[in-house]
């Protein structure tokens, strides 16, 4: 018997703007409650889990904004969910929007930590690739403006080991618009990650880009299962779903296994668990062979390749 480790994907439906965080808190306990019956190890919930998605409005008064921000973690409303996953011996991913005293200065990040069993912050992520755009734009159905409310992520994509029980687990996270970058598995794979957890808003309308929106569930699929088989990892994708704020949000949320194949779907935009036993020793199959970095790799080559910047002139 491999590193079993049991995964509950806790995909959400939407929360309303006037929904109060403990509300919301109160259908995560339900979540992590059934996480419990099923013998789950961890949780993984979505991206910015406590609030709607507000970068969808602008917003032009600071006070606005900073209402759907944590300024400690755990805080009064999430001091609930730590104790609970804590009583239950459930580890947990959880996506909010940060602001931090740090370097002098207030700072604003889409953050994710992950909790161990013991209530502990073991790791902390913030979101590198913000989509949308900084300004006010009206000509949009609805905006994305993350580029205005958070800064670029400072934390790199760490890699930890995590003890979840008898056995250990390399662990990294992503949010949301980073699981379509390459990049974003690739520094966690030259670490030798087992498991990247993740959690998303993708509303399926894509405004610059509507002729993709009937694609959305496909992209989604496609980035997560290409990053899992292309690194020999885990993958948990876990969806803020639902028509939220009349922005219909995709949910399929998904655990992806190293092979690429998909083990665990949620099928519907509701509050809904989507349960797999992920054995961590699977990794090493595609970790030893296929993509053996040490062997296969050729970086000399892709930095010769990078520094021309642009396509190499026609021979003579
Ligand atoms: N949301 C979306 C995502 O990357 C998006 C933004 C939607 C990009 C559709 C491209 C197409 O899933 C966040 N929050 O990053």
């Given at each position: 018997m491999g590193r079993v480790i049991t995964v509950g994907a806790a995909q959400l439906g939407a929360i309303a703007r006037a929904e109060p965080r403990a509300q919301v808190v109160e259908r995560m306990l339900a979540l992590l409650a059934q996480a419990k019956a099923h013998g789950c190890d961890l949780v993984v919930f979505p991206e910015l889990a406590l609030t709607t998605f507000f970068p969808r409005w602008f917003f032009d008064k600071q006070e606005e904004i900073d209402a759907f921000f944590e300024r400690e973690m755990p805080g009064p409303d999430t001091r609930r969910l730590f104790d609970s996953a804590q009583q239950l011996g459930i580890g947990f991913y959880l996506g909010y929007a940060e602001l931090a005293q740090e370097e002098g200065r207030t700072r604003r990040f889409n953050t994710s930590i992950l909790v161990d069993k013991r209530g502990r912050i073991i790791s902390k992520y913030r979101k590198i690739h913000l989509p949308g755009h900084a300004e006010h734009e009206p000509?949009?159905?609805?905006?994305?403006l993350e580029k205005r409310y958070f800064e670029v992520g400072n934390l790199g994509w760490p890699v930890i080991r995590w003890a979840f029980g008898e056995h250990k687990g390399l662990f990294g996270m992503a949010i949301c618009n980073d699981r379509r970058w390459p990049e974003t598995y690739r520094v966690m794979g030259l670490q030798g990650v087992e498991m990247i957890l993740l959690g998303y808003n993708t509303p399926v309308h894509n405004p610059p880009a509507p002729e993709h929106d009937a694609l959305s569930h496909f992209h989604n699929e496609l980035v997560m299962q290409s990053g899992a088989y292309q690194n020999g990892t885990w993958v948990v994708g876990v969806a803020k779903a639902g028509n939220e704020e009349g922005v219909e949000q995709i949910g399929n949320s998904i655990i992806v296994a190293p092979s690429g194949e998909i083990v665990a779907a949620c099928?519907?935009?509701?509050?809904e668990l989507a349960i797999a036993r992920c054995d961590l020793d699977l990794c090493d199959s595609y970790k030893s062979t296929t993509f053996n970095f040490a062997r296969h790799r050729e970086p000399e080559q892709y930095r010769l390749i990078v520094e021309r910047k642009g396509a190499a002139p026609p021979p003579e």
């Open positions: 000509w949009r159905r609805f905006q994305h099928t519907t935009t509701a509050d």
